[in-house]
C-alpha cells in the first residue's frame, strides 16, 4: 500500500528537458532527406511532430517524477475506481489473431532470423525495432526495411549453406512490429529538433506500407510503457496516421507489453484507453522484475539474488501474472506471457534438453495461469510453447476467486545466496551489455 505523499528530494526531480542528457539515435552526419527518406514523408510527420513530441516529453518529465515520489516512501498503487474498472466493456477479438500461443521475437534488421521466425510455424511474430535491435541509424533503417518487405511478403535472404536464396512462405502467421520506446529519441531527421523514435518508427512504417494488401491489419507491439496515460498518446498517434492515410481511425491494431512496475497497478486502464486498437497485453518479465526493483531501490528487501535462480512462480511473477489474464479476459482480450530466456542448442546436447524442460515447465505454468500464449526467441521452440496450450486461446476462462486488487510486491523471500560468483556474473552480463550498446549492436544473453 502507498504511504501518504511526501514530497520528493529535489535532488531527484528530473532536469528540465532542454538541460537532460537523453538516449538518442542520430540520423549519420551526410544524411539527405531527399535521399534517404521517402519523398513526401516529411510533410506526413511534420504534422504528428507537431501534435505529439511535447506531449511525449511531458510523459517522460512524469516517469521522473513517479520514481522520485516511489523513492521518497509514495509506490505505485491501484487507481481510484473509474470507467475503465466499473462499466462493462469489450472488445470484439478478431479471427486472424485468435490463435496466439507462441509470438516469437527477434531484431527486426537480420533478415536471416526474420525470415526463419516467419517460417516456423509460430501463430506470431514480433520484429523488433526495440531493444534487441541495436538503437543506431544503420539498424533501424534496415530493421524498417525489413519490416516492409515481410509484411509485403518478399523478404528473403542468401543460405550460403546451402546456396539458394530463401524466401516467406505464405501462412497466417501474425506479424507485429515493436517500435523503440517513448523514453528513446531520434535526432538528425528534422534539422534542430528531436523527434519521439516510437513517433518516428511507426510513421516510417505506416507511411510506406500498402494498408490494402495486408493480410491483416498493420499491428504495433508497444513497449515501456508506465501509465495509463501514455496510452492516449500512442491512440492519437495510431488514429492520426489513420486520418493522414485516409483510413478508418482504428486501422492499426496494436498489444502492449506490462513491463514496467507502475503499470501493473494501470493495465485495465491502460486498455480502455486503447480500446479500439488493442487486441492484448503482454507480461515482460524481465524489465518488470528490474522495474520492480528500480522502483523499491531505498528497501534492502528488494537486493534479489542470481535472476535465473529466482523461480518463474515466484509471488511478485505470479500475483501478476494471474492477475493479467483476469483483466484481459473480463474486456475480451488476449493474455500473453513472457519471454523464456534459455535458448535451445542444437551442438550442445545436455543444454539443449535442460532449456526445452525448462521452456515446457514455463509455458505450462503460462497456460495455468490462463494465459493465451507467451514468448520465445528460438525456432526449434515454437512446437513445444503452442503444445502447453489447451486451445488456440482461454478467452472464457477466468480464475475463481479472482482478487482484482492482489499484493503486487509481496516481500520477496529467498534463502541467502548472494555469492561473489553471482555478482560477477551479474557485473559481466551488466558490462557486456552495455559494450554492445555503446558499440551499435543488440542486446545479447550472457551466462
Avoid at 535465473?308 to 473480463?330: D, G, M, S, Y
Amino acid at each position: 500500500m502507498a504511504t501518504p505523499t511526501t514530497k520528493p528530494n529535489p535532488a531527484l526531480a528530473p532536469l528540465p528537458f532542454a538541460n537532460r542528457i537523453v538516449p538518442v539515435n542520430c540520423a549519420p552526419p551526410d544524411f539527405d532527406a531527399a535521399r534517404d527518406l521517402p519523398a513526401g514523408f516529411l510533410e506526413f510527420l511534420a504534422p504528428l511532430h507537431a501534435a505529439l513530441t511535447m506531449r511525449q516529453r511531458a510523459l517522460i518529465a512524469r516517469r521522473d517524477y513517479a520514481l522520485a515520489e516511489a523513492h521518497a516512501g509514495n509506490l505505485p498503487d491501484y487507481l481510484p475506481p473509474a470507467v475503465a474498472t466499473t462499466n462493462s466493456w469489450h472488445i470484439e477479438l478478431p479471427a486472424w489473431c485468435a490463435d496466439q500461443r507462441n509470438q516469437m521475437t527477434g531484431p527486426a534488421d537480420d533478415a536471416d532470423l526474420v525470415v526463419k521466425m516467419l517460417n516456423s510455424g509460430a501463430p506470431g511474430v514480433m520484429l523488433d525495432l526495440e531493444d534487441s535491435n541495436a538503437n543506431a541509424w544503420e539498424h533501424n533503417s534496415r530493421g524498417i526495411k525489413n519490416v516492409l518487405e515481410a509484411l509485403a511478403g518478399r523478404l528473403s535472404y542468401f543460405d550460403r549453406k546451402r546456396n539458394k536464396t530463401v524466401g516467406v512462405n505464405p501462412s497466417a502467421t501474425v506479424i507485429f512490429t515493436r517500435p523503440r520506446g517513448l523514453h528513446l529519441h531520434q535526432a538528425g531527421v528534422l534539422h534542430g529538433e528531436l523527434l519521439p523514435a516510437s513517433l518516428f518508427d511507426v510513421a516510417m512504417v505506416a507511411y510506406q506500407v500498402d494498408f490494402s494488401a495486408l493480410k491483416h491489419p498493420l499491428c504495433i507491439y508497444i513497449p515501456k510503457s508506465e501509465s495509463a496515460d501514455e496510452a492516449l498518446w500512442w491512440r492519437d498517434l495510431f488514429q492520426m496516421i489513420g486520418r493522414l492515410k485516409g483510413l478508418p481511425t482504428n486501422a492499426i491494431k496494436c498489444m502492449a507489453l506490462v513491463e514496467s512496475h507502475p503499470l501493473a497497478f494501470q493495465m485495465e486502464e491502460f486498455a480502455w484507453n486503447l480500446r479500439e486498437h488493442i487486441v492484448g497485453l503482454n507480461l515482460g518479465r524481465w524489465d518488470y522484475m528490474a522495474s520492480l526493483i528500480h522502483f523499491n531501490l531505498e528497501n534492502a528487501e528488494w537486493v534479489l539474488p542470481d535472476r535465473n535462480t529466482i523461480p518463474h512462480n515466484v509471488a511478485f511473477f505470479q500475483n501478476l501474472r494471474n492477475l493479467l489474464p483476469e483483466i484481459c479476459h473480463k474486456h475480451g482480450m488476449l493474455a500473453i506471457g513472457g519471454m523464456t530466456a534459455l535458448y535451445p542448442s542444437r551442438e550442445d546436447a545436455e543444454l539443449n534438453a535442460r532449456a526445452l524442460k525448462i521452456l515446457a515447465e514455463d509455458k505450462k505454468n503460462e497456460a495455468n495461469s490462463l494465459m493465451d500464449g507467451a514468448w520465445t526467441g528460438h525456432p526449434d521452440q515454437n512446437e513445444i510453447a503452442v503444445s502447453q496450450f489447451p486451445a488456440p486461446n482461454q478467452l472464457p476462462a477466468r480464475p475463481a476467486n479472482a482478487s482484482t486488487h492482489p499484493d503486487l510486491r509481496p516481500a520477496p523471500r529467498f534463502a541467502p545466496s548472494f555469492a561473489i560468483a553471482t555478482a560477477c556474473s551479474t557485473a559481466r552480463a551488466r558490462v557486456f551489455s552495455m559494450a554492445t550498446w555503446k558499440i551499435s549492436r543488440p542486446i545479447a544473453s550472457t551466462d
